[in-house]
Nanobody, 124 residues
Framework: QVQLAEAGGGSVQAGGALRLSCAASGYTNTRICMAWFRQAPGNEREGVATFDSVGRASYADSVKGRFTISKANAKNTLYLQMNSLKPEDPAMYYC??????????????????WGQGTQVTVTS
């Protein structure tokens, strides 16, 4: 069973930075997609950044140029570096993984495995 565990959330002033991490375990298929989603109260869960099955990164327009997705394969860990945080960025951030290679960035239904989430707060 695939397990994902996020860490690194917290409170930061607007303009500041945070790095989220997601430790992954239990998967045998390495040709999968991994992604970060976020969900603010009252909003739909939205895709933030995705690695497809061949390692190409894609980003939501709202975070392009500010957020960077990366991974350390040796550690089975996914990261999200968030710079220049804005008041509209606070949310619960979730790590997600697909079952196989077939995924579309931002499409929740393509991701079968989810972490428990880590909260990000931005103060002005």
């Amino acid at each position: 069973q695939v397990q994902l565990a996020e860490a690194g959330g917290g409170s930061v002033q607007a303009g500041g930075a945070l790095r989220l991490s997601c430790a992954a375990s239990g998967y045998t298929n390495t040709r999968i997609c991994m992604a970060w989603f976020r969900q603010a109260p009252g909003n739909e869960r939205e895709g933030v950044a995705t690695f497809d099955s061949v390692g190409r990164a894609s980003y939501a327009d709202s975070v392009k140029g500010r957020f960077t997705i990366s991974k350390a394969n040796a550690k089975n860990t996914l990261y999200l570096q968030m710079n220049s945080l804005k008041p509209e960025d606070p949310a619960m951030y979730y790590c997600a993984a697909s079952r196989n290679w077939d995924c579309r960035p931002g499409r929740k239904a393509d991701f079968a495995y989810w972490g428990q989430g880590t909260q990000v707060t931005v103060t002005s």
